[in-house]
């Protein structure tokens, strides 16, 4: 069983950064690294993931050039998030997987998940 703690959250102006983290208890085992969004009403949706071991990202075309994904360690991901907008505002979760070959945006293929991290971003 992989842990997964987020961190990061808060609130931000129209325009502004964060950065959030997700430390990983472990990460020998994974595939892939990843981070979810969710607003309220809304169903989560994906936002970027890391093969890990390779560095090889992908992203959700709305956050393409203001979103980056980093590997600082072996167990600690960044989501830097840049000209943040009103409609970044959601639960950012960080996930993680096991599994080879999997739909990289699907979030039923991740098994491992954090508690989540609040976003908002103010207009």
């Known amino acids: 069983q992989v842990q997964l703690v987020e961190s990061g959250g808060g609130l931000v102006e129209a325009g502004g950064s964060l950065r959030l983290s997700c430390v990983a208890s472990?990460?020998?085992?994974?595939?892939?690294m990843a981070w979810f969004r969710q607003a309220p009403g809304k169903d989560r949706e994906f936002v970027g993931a890391?093969?890990?071991?390779?560095?090889?990202t992908s992203y959700r075309d709305s956050v393409k050039g203001r979103f980056t994904i980093v590997k600082d360690t072996e167990t600690i991901m960044y989501l830097e998030m840049n000209t943040l907008k009103p409609d970044d505002t959601a639960v950012y979760y960080c996930?993680?997987?096991?599994?080879?070959?999997?739909?990289?945006?699907?979030?039923?293929?991740?098994?491992?998940w954090g508690q989540g991290t609040q976003v908002t971003v103010s207009s």
């Open positions: 890391m093969r890990w071991s390779l560095g090889i």
């Open positions: 996930a993680a997987t096991p599994i080879w070959g999997i739909s990289v945006p699907n979030s039923r293929d991740y098994p491992y």
């Open positions: 472990d990460t020998f085992s994974l595939y892939y």
